[in-house]
């Protein structure tokens, strides 16, 4: 048995995708998602086997949206797309598995034997590798948006979850610390906390060996002992 | 002894004449009239003004003669001679007979005499003429000592003739014994003097074409292509230096119809590139598509910039492109105390009409690749594989669920391609490019089903009017691609139209925000779009963009109403 989610924000092609998964008995179609960022949300949430991911989205490809998630928390990515010669050429190189839309029968059992078996990896993890992300896709009151990374002043976690600071606006992200740190310029200054340097005005040498910083907008984020070496490394500190 | 003095003073009587004669001649030689006898003429209106001309000399040089023991010396041959020579043996005989028979009118007991010598005169002329032209040495017609020695034997015959008709013979014998020497002597000098100021006029001429040309070819050779890459600035200024640099005025601007392209030289501190126009003289120019010429003195030419500016005379000179509209200007400029020069006078009309052809031969280029790329565009938009494969999808999706909303659905893709397959040079009714729109929308509606919502508003009385094909299609596709499909809320899209002015508006305004101008972005489309209908219509039309960031982007097309042409098109019909 397959647990699967399927994200494409156009409705009728998932509607056609599912018609087609109820041919095979051992699939289950665990969810649907319009887009990106609800998909996160999802596979977090669902944990499917495989995702079926469609390319071209609004505001968060697909393919950015693999670099979004742990590799250790990616399941098995299967790209859909009618047509889109810069990723087909990259898929090539990754021998990442992809269906076109429309997607035919035959094409979808072969992919999903490969599955099943397990015989061919799909390598959506390499592509997200080397990725970097330009925006941080947030959720807070009932509305979804974007945060550019140049906008972002620091990142922290509480018992809620990620929460992302912003110049202008500030909300929860899907998105974990580590992929953060992994993906982005970011630098880790402490256990909970990630701060955008470019925004730093000062830093405040505390008596233990810690540190605070000020950022222009005179938000203080803290800097604990054991983070503040690297920290002063990627300022260029001695 | 008495009769060798009578000699000299009547030779000196007769070289008088002949001053007044060459006089004459030298004046005529000012006008164009003098054009067709400085050279060999071959053509048949040549050959009617060179008869016309020396049998006006001929009858004149009757007229400045004397009388003389019942007869009258004169300088008529000089006409007859030259005539023949320059003419050929029919203008030579008949400039001869017509100087002859004006002769015999005035009776006398050498009248029938005079007409036949005169006559053989213009023949022995015209028959040298011929002699020459057949041994290709035309180039001897023109020197001034054969010319002499031709009418020294011409009047010698004009003599032996006389001897021979004139009765009685012993008058004949007395005339001649009197005028034989200063008529030979003056005839042939006159003729030789007439043919030197024909010659000195022909090197003048060529002298001075010879340096317009060689100024006009490096002109032309320097400024190759400069203004082909663009009537701008930049160009200009170039085009200016070569210009001014060649000519030696002081200085040298050039215009389009609003501003000041392109300074060099003196005054450039103050006459700045980019600045509008101010002078009278260009506004003139412009308006009237005429050269004016601000000489300083009898036409006042003041600075309209600067009291201190040392430039006090200009010579504007409009630029013409297309159907000889104005689209600028070239002003030539001398500084207070120097004078323009004949040469660079003439020469700015012809550095007009080379700027001018090259601005011409430039929009031509850049029409074409226009062309090209919009027909490739077009080609891509033909068979849009993102849009059509998603379409297809969405079709399939549709079969299966509603198989009566599915065949609508093959229908309206089928209008679509129909429409995309027209010729994009083709002007369509509003109402052909709101189908095409129409079919898209739906088949975009299907697709985002829900995501999307359109509302179109135009008015009936507009469905007529005609514009270019895939003007509004394009942009419409724009909104979908690059804003309604990366909005994650729903989406909207405005479609209005409008007329008021002669102008027909149509607005497209979707509620993403998203519009982008990079280079090679979203762009690329409604460029297309753009530059197409300012080619078409003109600068006052095309496509201009509103964006709000983040709430909306509006689109607007301004295209001229032409009523007359969609009427006669119906009439047609």
């Known amino acids: ?238 | 002894m008495f009769s060798e003095i009578n000699h000299f003073a009547l030779l000196g009587t007769l070289l008088q004449q002949m001053c007044v004669y060459l006089v004459i001649a030298y004046l005529l030689s000012k006008t164009p009239l003098f054009a067709p006898l400085m050279q060999v003429t071959v053509r048949l209106p040549h050959k009617v003004v060179c008869y016309l001309v020396f049998s006006a000399f001929c009858i004149m040089g009757t007229y400045f003669g004397f009388q003389v023991e019942g007869a009258i010396a004169n300088t008529r041959a000089i006409g007859a001679v030259l005539g023949g020579i320059l003419g050929g043996p029919w203008v030579g005989l008949a400039v001869g007979l017509t100087g002859g028979l004006h002769r015999y009118s005035l009776g006398g007991f050498t009248a029938e005499a005079c007409a036949v010598s005169t006559t053989a005169e213009g023949l022995i002329g015209g028959l040298l003429h011929l002699y020459l032209m057949r041994r290709q040495r035309a180039d001897l017609l023109l020197n001034p000592a054969l010319v002499l020695g031709t009418t020294l034997f011409a009047e010698a015959v004009q003599m032996i003739i006389l001897l021979v008709m004139a009765k009685p013979f012993s008058q004949a014998v007395l005339l001649v014994e009197h005028i034989a020497f200063p008529m030979l002597t003056t005839n042939s000098i006159g003729a030789a003097l007439f043919m030197r100021l024909i010659l000195d006029r022909k090197e003048t001429l060529e002298k001075y074409s010879i340096a317009f040309s060689a100024k006009a070819l490096r002109i032309a050779e320097r400024s190759v292509g400069v203004l082909m890459q663009g009537f701008n600035e930049a160009n200009c200024t170039r085009m200016a230096n070569i210009i001014r640099e060649e000519t030696g005025v002081g200085a040298v601007a050039i215009t389009d119809c609003e501003k000041l392209l392109g300074f060099v030289g003196i005054g450039a501190d103050h006459h700045l590139p980019g600045t509008p126009i101010s002078s009278p003289h260009t506004f003139y120019a412009i308006q009237n598509n005429e050269v004016v010429y601000a000489d300083g003195g009898t036409i006042p030419y003041r600075c309209s910039i600067s009291k201190d500016c040392k430039l006090g005379s200009t010579l504007v000179i409009p630029l013409r492109g297309e159907g000889n509209r104005v689209i600028g200007t070239i002003k030539l400029y001398e500084p207070k105390r120097r004078l323009f020069s004949n040469l660079n006078r003439t020469l700015g009309e012809g550095i007009a009409r080379l700027l001018s052809n090259q601005i011409l031969a430039g929009k031509i280029e850049e029409q074409k690749q226009l062309l090209a790329q919009s027909e490739i565009k077009l080609l891509q938009a033909q068979i849009n594989p993102h849009f059509l494969f998603n379409a297809l999808n969405t079709l399939a999706a549709v079969i299966r669920r509603d198989p009566e909303e599915a065949r609508k659905l093959v229908q309206y893709l089928s209008t679509f391609f129909r429409k995309s397959l027209k010729r994009a040079n083709n002007e369509v009714t509003l109402k052909d490019e709101i189908e095409h729109v129409d079919a898209y929308l739906h088949i975009e509606l299907v697709r985002f089903a829900g995501r999307l919502d359109v509302e179109m508003a135009v008015p009936d009385e507009l469905l007529h009017l005609r514009l270019p094909a895939f003007t509004l299609q394009p942009i419409v596709e724009n909104a979908i691609k690059y804003g309604i499909s990366q909005l994650i809320e729903p989406g909207q899209i405005k479609i209005r139209a409008q007329r008021q002015d002669g102008v027909l508006t149509l607005m497209i305004e979707d509620n993403a925000g998203l519009y982008n101008p990079q280079p090679g972005g979203d762009g690329l489309g409604m460029n297309l779009v753009d530059r197409r209908i300012k080619i078409r219509y003109g600068t006052a039309y095309g496509v201009e963009v509103n964006c709000k960031p983040e709430s909306w982007t509006r689109v607007y097309i301004r295209l001229p109403i032409e009523e007359e042409i969609a009427h006669a098109h119906s009439v047609d019909y």
């Not at chain 1, 095979?24 to 179609?29: G, L, N, T, Y």
């Not at chain 1, 669902?46 to 949206?65: A, N, T, Y």
């Not at chain 1, 080397?130 to 979804?144: A, E, H, K």
């Not at chain 1, 983070?227 to 500190?237: N, Q, T, V, Y």
Request: glycine share 6%.
């Open chain 1, 1 to 238: 048995m397959l647990t699967a989610l399927i994200i494409d924000d156009e409705a009728p092609a998932r509607e056609e995708l599912r018609s087609l998964l109820e041919a095979f008995p051992d699939i289950e179609v665990v969810g649907e998602c319009a887009n990106a960022i609800e998909g996160i949300s999802a596979i977090h949430r669902l944990r499917p086997d495989v995702v079926f991911l469609d390319i071209q989205m609004p505001r968060v490809s697909g393919l950015e949206m693999v670099g979004m998630i742990e590799a250790s928390a990616l399941p098995q990515i299967v790209f859909v797309t009618a047509y889109d010669e810069h990723a087909l050429r990259a898929f090539e190189e990754h021998a990442t598995d992809y269906l076109l839309k429309p997607i035919e029968p035959e094409r979808l059992a072969r992919t999903l034997d490969w599955l099943r078996s397990g015989s061919r990896q799909t390598s959506a993890a390499l592509l997200a590798q080397g990725q970097t992300l330009r925006q941080i896709p947030c959720s807070g009151r009932n509305r979804i948006f974007l945060i550019g990374l140049d906008e972002v002043e620091y990142i922290y976690t509480d018992v809620s979850g990620v929460q992302v600071v912003g110049l202008n606006k500030q909300g929860m992200t899907e998105l974990t610390l580590k992929v953060l740190q992994e993906r982005t310029p970011l630098i880790r200054c402490h256990r909970q906390y990630l701060v955008n340097v470019d925004h730093i005005a000062e830093i405040h040498l505390l008596e233990n060996g810690a540190a605070e910083i000020i950022t222009h907008n005179g938000k203080k984020v803290p800097v604990s002992r054991r983070h503040f070496r690297h920290l002063k490394d990627s300022l260029g500190m001695p």
